[in-house]
């Protein structure tokens, strides 16, 4: 069907539907992957485009209970996302909890990779029933569905569920070391290029493993017809145009910058509206709260938990704690020291289960947020205008911690990069608190952050950045 750019941007309105063109999602089957492209399925649904979510059927459903924002159970909105569920494997035991996060990486990626026939099986029947199918596929998807290859209508987009700022860096990084650049010849490059010159490696932040299921991925990347991100010009315009030009020189086609992907409204009327933790935010002051949240796949060991819980009490401050029910590095349940819970009830909230995220950095009273720097929560926060205390853990949150340290300067370092392997003490988590939530640098990082996360919000309105952007894939999609 053609499309034009006037038509898209009245989209959702004119009552047409486009269905000889549908659009499957392929997520990896973690939940930051997981949750982006269910954001992505609403905003493309919103073109009137059919949406397929594949994947499999427990990952689904938990995607569906941890989305912020909206609720794909409950939403009429967007009837256009049918759910693809695929059985897991008799071998994988959904319900068997792992402390080692190694062993749960790897039991993942394998997993991941069982996908592969039942994907294309679908595909097959799909392709038969319409002109074209569009595949976005997970970066860490591409073995998945390389048999596209001998589809004839069958199109697909690399979705990189990562920041700009760290897929440039390591794209950079690999044309060095292939290039065997002359120091001083690197670091000019890195300037141009507005790289910093001291980042966390690769072999720190990822497991041997993980790096060997990437250089799996890049060998398929040959179907590619595009690439698409999770962010928006306004916050890494530098490192788009960085990417745009590597994306050139390798032959990967095209790019969009299409978030944030996430909400940039809060649903009030929504049932998360109802959660304790809301309802206790609307009786504080401006400002005046910290979010406390590692993500869902982070662990902590006992000793870093008394610290952390020692130091949010000493500082004064205000907070909610998300401590989800998972094991600790040890493989202990999470224990918070006996009586701290009544100790600090008049100044902090602890949720030992699903938290509505979004809302709650959303919510005026929030006025910054302790995080793991998984880019899901990044561009949550900035889209909120909610200043980071940054606590990297593994993968690009490192990377992600350095962008909004460094190059944003919105946020501080709780935990250095450098030190991982140190126990973050109560003097540490104390002062970085107090820094962030009741200093005058403090003060200025949420300035900044707000300024930011005004300009992301005005990216997605009709004939903005990001609004043609994303006008601009579905119209490249669509096309004749």
């Given at each position: 069907?053609a499309?034009?750019a006037?038509?898209?941007?009245?989209?959702?309105?004119?009552g047409?539907?486009?269905?000889?063109v549908?659009?499957?999602?392929?997520?990896?089957?973690?939940?930051?992957?997981?949750?982006?492209?269910?954001?992505l399925?609403?905003?493309?649904s919103?073109y009137?485009?059919q949406?397929?979510?594949v994947g499999f059927?427990?990952?689904?459903?938990?995607?569906?209970?941890?989305?912020?924002?909206w609720?794909?159970?409950?939403?009429?909105?967007?009837?256009n996302?049918?759910?693809?569920?695929?059985?897991?494997?008799?071998?994988?035991?959904?319900?068997?909890p792992?402390?080692?996060m190694s062993?749960?990486?790897a039991?993942?990626l394998?997993l991941?990779?069982?996908?592969?026939?039942?994907?294309?099986?679908?595909?097959?029947e799909l392709?038969?029933t319409?002109?074209r199918?569009?595949?976005?596929?997970d970066?860490?998807?591409a073995?998945?569905?390389?048999?596209i290859?001998?589809?004839?209508?069958?199109?697909?987009?690399?979705f990189?569920?990562?920041?700009?700022?760290?897929?440039?860096?390591?794209?950079?990084?690999?044309?060095?070391?292939?290039?065997?650049?002359?120091t001083?010849?690197?670091k000019f490059?890195?300037?141009?290029?507005?790289i910093?010159?001291?980042?966390?490696?690769l072999?720190?932040?990822?497991?041997?493993?993980f790096?060997d299921?990437?250089?799996?991925?890049?060998?398929?990347?040959?179907?590619?017809s595009?690439?698409?991100?999770d962010?928006?010009?306004?916050?890494e315009?530098?490192?788009?145009?960085?990417l745009?030009?590597?994306?050139?020189l390798?032959?990967?086609?095209?790019?969009?910058?299409?978030?944030?992907?996430?909400?940039?409204?809060?649903?009030?009327?929504?049932k998360?509206h109802?959660?304790?933790?809301?309802?206790?935010?609307?009786?504080?002051k401006?400002n005046?709260v910290?979010?406390?949240?590692?993500?869902?796949?982070?662990?902590?060991s006992?000793?870093?938990?008394?610290?952390l819980?020692?130091?949010?009490?000493?500082?004064?401050?205000?907070?909610i704690?998300?401590?989800?029910?998972?094991?600790?590095?040890?493989?202990?349940k999470?224990?918070?020291?006996?009586g701290y819970?009544?100790?600090?009830?008049?100044?902090?909230?602890?949720?030992?289960?699903?938290?509505?995220?979004f809302e709650?950095l959303?919510?005026?009273?929030?006025?910054?947020?302790?995080?793991?720097?998984?880019?899901?929560?990044?561009m949550?926060?900035i889209?909120?205008?909610?200043p980071?205390?940054?606590?990297?853990?593994?993968f690009?949150?490192?990377?992600n911690?350095?962008?909004v340290?460094n190059?944003?300067?919105i946020?501080?370092?709780?935990?250095d990069?450098?030190?991982?392997?140190?126990?973050?003490?109560?003097?540490?988590?104390?002062n970085?608190?107090r820094?962030?939530m009741?200093?005058?640098?403090?003060?200025?990082?949420?300035?900044r952050?707000?300024e930011l996360?005004k300009?992301?919000?005005?990216?997605m309105?009709?004939g903005?950045?990001?609004r043609?952007?994303m006008d601009s894939?579905?119209?490249?999609?669509?096309?004749?």
């Amino acid at each position: 069907m053609a499309t034009n750019a006037t038509s898209l941007a009245n989209h959702g309105q004119n009552g047409t539907k486009q269905e000889d063109v549908v659009m499957v999602m392929v997520p990896f089957p973690a939940q930051g992957h997981l949750n982006q492209l269910l954001h992505l399925s609403r905003l493309v649904s919103s073109y009137n485009l059919q949406v397929h979510y594949v994947g499999f059927n427990a990952f689904i459903r938990q995607a569906k209970l941890r989305i912020h924002g909206w609720d794909p159970v409950t939403d009429t909105t967007h009837p256009n996302i049918l759910f693809k569920e695929i059985h897991l494997p008799s071998s994988y035991n959904v319900r068997s909890p792992c402390s080692n996060m190694s062993k749960v990486i790897a039991s993942t990626l394998d997993l991941s990779l069982t996908l592969r026939e039942p994907l294309i099986a679908f595909l097959n029947e799909l392709s038969t029933t319409t002109s074209r199918v569009v595949i976005v596929y997970d970066s860490l998807m591409a073995f998945v569905v390389q048999d596209i290859v001998s589809m004839p209508n069958v199109e697909a987009y690399c979705f990189h569920a990562v920041s700009a700022f760290t897929t440039s860096s390591i794209i950079w990084e690999g044309i060095e070391n292939f290039l065997h650049l002359p120091t001083f010849l690197g670091k000019f490059a890195r300037e141009l290029l507005k790289i910093p010159q001291e980042l966390p490696s690769l072999g720190s932040s990822f497991t041997h493993e993980f790096l060997d299921f990437i250089s799996m991925q890049d060998k398929h990347h040959n179907i590619c017809s595009g690439n698409l991100f999770d962010t928006c010009k306004v916050v890494e315009g530098p490192y788009l145009q960085i990417l745009a030009k590597l994306h050139r020189l390798l032959r990967r086609g095209n790019q969009w910058a299409l978030g944030p992907f996430n909400p940039i409204k809060i649903q009030k009327d929504s049932k998360d509206h109802c959660h304790k933790c809301l309802r206790w935010l609307d009786k504080q002051k401006p400002n005046s709260v910290l979010l406390v949240s590692f993500g869902t796949t982070s662990s902590l060991s006992s000793d870093q938990i008394k610290e952390l819980a020692m130091g949010l009490e000493k500082s004064d401050q205000k907070f909610i704690w998300v401590v989800r029910d998972a094991l600790l590095e040890e493989g202990e349940k999470v224990k918070i020291p006996n009586g701290y819970e009544e100790t600090i009830q008049e100044r902090g909230i602890i949720i030992k289960d699903w938290a509505p995220q979004f809302e709650i950095l959303g919510h005026s009273s929030t006025g910054g947020f302790m995080s793991h720097c998984g880019w899901n929560s990044c561009m949550e926060s900035i889209t909120m205008g909610v200043p980071i205390a940054s606590w990297p853990m593994s993968f690009d949150q490192p990377r992600n911690a350095v962008l909004v340290t460094n190059v944003l300067k919105i946020g501080i370092v709780v935990k250095d990069w450098e030190h991982r392997d140190d126990l973050v003490t109560s003097t540490i988590v104390e002062n970085c608190v107090r820094k962030l939530m009741n200093s005058p640098e403090g003060d200025e990082m949420r300035m900044r952050a707000m300024e930011l996360g005004k300009k992301v919000r005005e990216s997605m309105m009709d004939g903005a950045v990001s609004r043609m952007e994303m006008d601009s894939f579905i119209a490249h999609g669509t096309r004749d």
